[in-house]
């Protein structure tokens, strides 16, 4: 890990050095409207556009542009596009490492001969896919918004779009923008499908898709970073089970035990969905629990939003989180501050089974002054680096535990078997598109801890075979 560090970050250190004189930029952004001449503003974003652009900043490569004629939408950003026949990119100058947003926004529309749901395409970063056999269907008035969470650690960023055989690439809209500081850490609590696996590290080496952004027992909203949330109540698995909270018209605590004015809105932390507690049923063997389609078998990061917003004095609440029904986790907010609505967040690395989905549950706690449980918000983002790695195209899905021991050289040995055993087995396919297994290869130089903080000996790494017939 380190290795890959040095360079750019002493290449960024003598960058600033030299920029600190003049204009420097702590917040690198980039909003481009695709294959247009205007500047368009959505929300407060100003979408530059990229046709007549004399900026350095950024490049644009090969490739023409089309416009919608027949204007079927009002918001401009998506009345042009840039087209790509061969293999080309966008090309973004980075000041500030860091952990950026990157969305990359996809309308369809019919210009002339072209129509835009006919492109079949892959989009990558350095050599591995963020989407890959990529295709739109004719969606009228909806444009498809694709946000990825990943670190940029050198000087230059590159989005490549590659269309396939006798197909074309497109893109309507790119947004590349640093998040605030401390937005992600690392050292989560892992989830797998046989239990808790100490704490996983590795994070900011990982490329993040977001799959699920929902506000629990809130509306439909909108954030300072141009997140969309929505509301929870598809995800609920038993309507009954739960209660909208009382939403909160006070000033919310930010900044005491985690969470910023940016790692949600207000409007997930003053909303919730709490136990129904009924008076005929007892409250003590009932939970809430939500349902989230996922990927089978891949990684996930999930970021569970919390605010006791029910509690008009601290230390009377404290409950049980559940993930799927192996894991569990008391959420008790007072250990850490005596004040109520205090906004918090927990992030979990989840490996989903194989059903399909994510479930999340919240239940009471015997030993809670106050019997209940609630939550405020849920974020779902899949590794997609590893699932790269995971994936093999084909159609019978096995799966392999391998156990590694202690020695990271002796992992290392194990990985290397194991990827040349899915070399033979890709060799046979026809080519697959996607899988850069050695991409997904690294040495965690961090101890692996178990429950009680001491030292695992033991990693499960569970690799998903694709089988060859
Ligand atoms: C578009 O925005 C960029 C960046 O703010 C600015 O440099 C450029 O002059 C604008 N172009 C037009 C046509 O307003
Ligand atoms: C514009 O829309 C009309 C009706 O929706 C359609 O008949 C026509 O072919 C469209 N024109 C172009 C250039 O797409
Ligand atoms: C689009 O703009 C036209 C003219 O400004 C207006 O009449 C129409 O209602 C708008 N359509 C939508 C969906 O906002
Ligand atoms: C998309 O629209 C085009 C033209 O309107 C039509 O020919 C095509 O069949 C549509 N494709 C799908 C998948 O609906
Ligand atoms: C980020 O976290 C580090 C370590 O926890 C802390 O020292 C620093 O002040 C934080 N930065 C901000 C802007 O909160
Ligand atoms: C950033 O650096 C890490 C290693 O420190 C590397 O694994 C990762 O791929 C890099 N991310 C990008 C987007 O290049
Ligand atoms: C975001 O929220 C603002 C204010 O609530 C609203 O005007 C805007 O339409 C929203 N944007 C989207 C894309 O939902
Ligand atoms: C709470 O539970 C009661 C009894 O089971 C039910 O009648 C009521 O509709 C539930 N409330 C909500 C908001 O679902
Ligand atoms: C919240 O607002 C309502 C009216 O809008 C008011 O009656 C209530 O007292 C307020 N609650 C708190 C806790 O401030
Ligand atoms: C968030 O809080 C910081 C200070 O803690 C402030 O500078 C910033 O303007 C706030 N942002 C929003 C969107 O309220
Ligand atoms: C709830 O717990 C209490 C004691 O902790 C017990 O007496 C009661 O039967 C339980 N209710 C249900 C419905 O399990
Ligand atoms: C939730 O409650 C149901 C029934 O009360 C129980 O069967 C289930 O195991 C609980 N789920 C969790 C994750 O505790």
């Not at 063997?285 to 999930?302: A, D, L, T």
């Amino acid at each position: 890990m380190e290795k890959f560090y040095l360079f750019p970050l002493f290449l960024l250190y003598f960058l600033s050095l030299l920029l600190f004189s003049s204009a420097y930029t702590p917040q690198n952004k980039y909003f481009i409207n695709c294959g247009s001449k205007s500047n368009i503003t959505v929300n407060g974003r100003n979408f530059v556009g990229d046709s007549n652009s004399n900026s350095l900043s950024f490049s644009v490569g090969p490739s023409s542009t089309v416009s919608d004629t027949n204007s079927s939408t009002n918001n401009s950003l998506y009345q042009t596009a840039r087209i790509f026949t061969n293999p080309s990119f966008y090309e973004f100058d980075i000041i500030d490492k860091g952990t950026y947003y990157v969305r990359i926004h996809f309308f369809t529309f019919v210009s002339g001969r072209t129509n835009l749901a006919d492109a079949l395409f892959d989009v990558s970063v350095s050599d591995f896919y963020l989407l890959s056999n990529f295709a739109l269907q004719n969606n009228s008035n909806s444009p498809v918004i694709e946000e990825f969470l990943l670190t940029i650690n050198g000087s230059k960023f590159s989005i490549q779009f590659t269309p396939h055989k006798n197909s074309f690439a497109f893109v309507s809209a790119v947004e590349v923008f640093l998040t605030p500081p401390n937005f992600t850490t690392d050292g989560f609590p892992h989830v797998t499908p046989i239990g808790e696996n100490g704490d996983y590290y590795g994070i900011p080496s990982q490329v993040f898709r977001t799959i699920h952004r929902v506000n629990v027992g809130g509306p439909k909203t909108n954030d300072t970073l141009w997140r969309n949330w929505i509301p929870d109540d598809e995800y609920l698995l038993s309507a009954g089970s739960a209660k909208t909270c009382a939403s909160y018209n006070g000033t919310l605590n930010y900044d005491v035990i985690g969470g910023t004015n940016y790692s949600a809105p207000d409007l997930v932390y003053k909303t919730c969905k709490e136990l129904n507690l009924t008076v005929n049923k007892g409250s003590n063997s009932s939970n809430i629990s939500w349902q989230f389609g996922v990927s089978k078998s891949s990684r996930h990061m999930v970021r569970l939003h919390f605010c006791d917003i029910i509690s008009k004095d601290p230390y009377l609440l404290k409950f049980n989180l559940y993930i799927y029904s192996y894991f569990s986790q008391m959420i008790y907010p007072y250990e850490k501050t005596d004040q109520v609505a205090a906004p918090f967040y927990w992030d979990f690395v989840v490996d989903s089974d194989n059903s399909g989905y994510l479930n999340i549950s919240v239940g009471p706690r015997e030993d809670s002054t106050t019997k209940t449980a609630y939550l405020n918000g849920v974020e779902i983002m899949e590794f997609i680096k590893e699932s790269d790695f995971v994936h093999i195209p084909g159609n019978r899905k096995k799966v392999i535990f391998v156990v590694v021991g202690t020695v990271c050289g002796v992992t290392f040995v194990f990985i290397l078997a194991v990827l040349f055993l899915l070399k033979r087995m890709r060799a046979k396919h026809v080519d697959g598109v996607g899988s850069k297994p050695e991409g997904g290869v690294e040495c965690n130089e961090e101890p692996l801890r178990g429950d009680n903080g001491s030292d695992i000996s033991g990693v499960f790494s569970q690799i998903e075979i694709d089988g060859a017939r």
